[in-house]
């Protein structure tokens, strides 16, 4: 994706590169009192599954991308989560089928999706790329039966057909619907398009466009923690 340009009144959001780490404790002391364990047993796992925009590509530090940003939301709230990225530039639904049996060998409490946008912009067939994502998410709802889920929409411009950017748009409330999924209509609302909120390149945002992109996020999130 980070190859392609689009006009700048339009912007991909590509998604799922660190924002947090795992809090673990090492104590096994059984005369540790309560106030001593419970952030290290308590804290939870929220996981950002995704591609260039996830990972914060383009950002002098990755930490700004939006996962970054929800992680100093979460701390700032002093909530028990632990934001995990794992975004990898460039990524398709089938590469993040391809690693994510690998990714869930962490104990996931909130799976967040953002892949698709690359699938739209190499024109692979609408039926291919929602086959790839529930594929995606029946596997982390078999690994992790209790985690909540969220899809991150996506979109296409209207350059690549209306039929197939309609087609495309469906994919993500669709599949969330299917699965019960909290969903985030449009991940780069407010900033597509926005030259101000968006590196040279016309596709992914600037630290400032990615703290807009993570309150897009927050405002579903937070109700789920």
């Keep these: 994706m980070k190859n392609i340009k689009f006009a700048g009144y339009f912007i991909l959001v590509l998604i799922f590169t660190s924002c947090g780490n795992k809090t673990q404790s090492n104590n096994t002391d059984q005369s540790t009192t309560k106030t001593d364990t419970p952030q290290a047993t308590t804290?939870?796992?929220i996981l950002f599954f995704g591609d260039s925009l996830t990972a914060g590509?383009?950002?002098?530090?990755?930490?700004d991308a939006f996962p970054g940003v929800i992680q100093r939301k979460i701390d700032s709230a002093k909530l028990p989560y632990t934001v995990v990225n794992a975004g990898v530039s460039g990524e398709t639904t089938a590469g993040g089928l391809g690693r994510i049996d690998w990714i869930l060998k962490k104990k996931v409490d909130i799976f967040i999706l953002e892949l698709g946008a690359n699938d739209g912009l190499r024109g692979i067939p609408v039926e291919e790329t929602t086959q790839n994502l529930q594929a995606?998410?029946?596997?982390?709802k078999a690994k992790y039966p209790d985690a909540k889920l969220?899809?991150?929409?996506?979109?296409?411009?209207?350059?690549?057909g209306s039929d197939y950017a309609n087609g495309f748009k469906s994919v993500f409330p669709k599949i969330a619907a299917d699965n019960k999924m909290a969903l985030v209509p449009f991940l780069l609302d407010g900033?597509?398009?926005?030259?101000?909120l968006n590196q040279a390149d016309g596709i992914h945002p600037t630290s400032e466009g990615a703290k807009i992109v993570a309150g897009n996020v927050w405002k579903v999130l937070k109700g789920e923690l």
């Design 43 to 45: 804290t939870k796992t």
């Design 57 to 63: 590509y383009g950002l002098d530090d990755p930490s």
């Design 136 to 140: 995606i998410v029946k596997k982390v």
């Design 150 to 160: 969220m899809m991150l929409g996506m979109q296409m411009p209207p350059s690549m």
């Design 191 to 196: 900033v597509g398009g926005n030259p101000k």
